[in-house]
């Protein structure tokens, strides 16, 4: 499902444009994302949380020339699901 497809969705169930709809997934997505920056966790009860972690450093190795690369350490986001979605999803 695309983003396009779940303001299509709740502009249908909520009787509102798709203008106003769009901006406020928008807002929605960009507040996960300033929290998620702040190093903050985001939990969606009933549907999961969104956290960061960090990556170690690591080596790695250009699949074109074979050379070994060092790959910088670098923060990642990570979603883990909540109960209540873990069990509609295994129904």
């Known amino acids: ?3 396009a497809e779940i303001v299509a969705k709740v ?3 909520v009787d509102l444009n798709k203008k106003d709809v769009e901006k406020l997934v ?3 997505f ?3 994302i300033s929290a998620l920056n702040n190093g903050d966790k985001v939990e969606l009860r009933g ?3 969104f956290r960061t972690r960090v990556r ?3 080596k790695g190795r250009n699949p074109k020339t074979g050379k070994t690369i ?3 350490a670098k923060k990642i986001a990570y979603f883990t699901p909540g ?3 873990k069990e509609l999803l295994s129904k």
């Open 83 to 85: 109960r209540e979605l």
């Open 47 to 49: 549907f999961g949380s």
């Open 56 to 58: 170690r450093a690591r």
């Open 26 to 28: 928008d807002m929605v």
């Open 1 to 3: 499902m695309t983003k």
């Open 30 to 32: 960009d507040e996960i």
């Open 70 to 72: 060092e790959i910088p």
């Open 11 to 13: 502009a249908e169930s």
